[in-house]
Structures are given as structure tokens and as C-alpha cells.
């Protein structure tokens, strides 16, 4: 089963950006849909951003619309979150996820998630 580490998370002032990585412990990472989900103090996990094996297809929540990118880069079993123009409200545990399907939304579609990294936007 894939393993997944979390990186990049901080503490930035609002209006700054980061960018969380999520590394895979083997090949298999080409073959799962990824995701990105935060989870806020006394808040349920929530979608932050998806993307397809391929990379070609992405999907976000519209709190993060036009603000977050994500990528990824399967020769280095990778995957990316580009934030940007970053709000208190981001304020959350980062988790990535894979997915044996793309365009899922929810928890339960993820089988393998990481430990989570820290990401606290000062105001």
C-alpha cells in the first residue's frame, strides 16, 4: 500500500503563500487520483483540492478557488499545493489523500492518507 508524508507547512502572515508537499512511497502514486483536504480545530475534515492520475483534470472548493493550485509530478511521486493570498481561515491540518477515483469529494473515497502538516496563517 502507498505511503504518503506531508511537507511545506508553517506559519505565514495572511496575504502570504506556501506550498505543501506530498510524497509517495512508490510508483503506484501514478496510478491514484490525489487530494488535498484541511481539517480546522473543532471542524470535520473538509475538500480542499483534487487532481486526476494524469494530472489533466484538477477540482477545488470554492473557498479555495483562484487562491490554491495543485499539481502533481509522478516521475518524483509527488503532489503539490500551490497557496496563495492565504487567510486565518486556512488556518488547518493539511492531509493529502489517494483515491482510486478522481473527482470524489468525501473522506471515504480516500483509502491512504498521510500524517497531516500544520499550516497557521497569522492575521
Known amino acids: 500500500q502507498v505511503q504518503l508524508v506531508e511537507s511545506g507547512g508553517g506559519l505565514v502572515q495572511a496575504g502570504g503563500s506556501l506550498r505543501l508537499s506530498c510524497a509517495a512511497s512508490?510508483?503506484?502514486?501514478?496510478?491514484?487520483?490525489m487530494g488535498w483536504f484541511r481539517q480546522a480545530p473543532g471542524k470535520e475534515r473538509e475538500f480542499v483540492a483534487g487532481i486526476s492520475r494524469s494530472g489533466g483534470n484538477t477540482q477545488y472548493a470554492d473557498s479555495v478557488k483562484g487562491r490554491f493550485t495543485i499539481s502533481r509530478d509522478n516521475a518524483k511521486n509527488t503532489v503539490y499545493l500551490q497557496m496563495n493570498s492565504l487567510k486565518p481561515e486556512d488556518t488547518a491540518v493539511y492531509y493529502c489523500g489517494a483515491s482510486y477515483l478522481y473527482g470524489r469529494t468525501y473522506e471515504g473515497a480516500f483509502g491512504y492518507w498521510g500524517q497531516g502538516t500544520q499550516v497557521t496563517v497569522a492575521s
Open positions: 512508490d510508483s503506484t502514486f501514478s496510478s491514484y487520483a
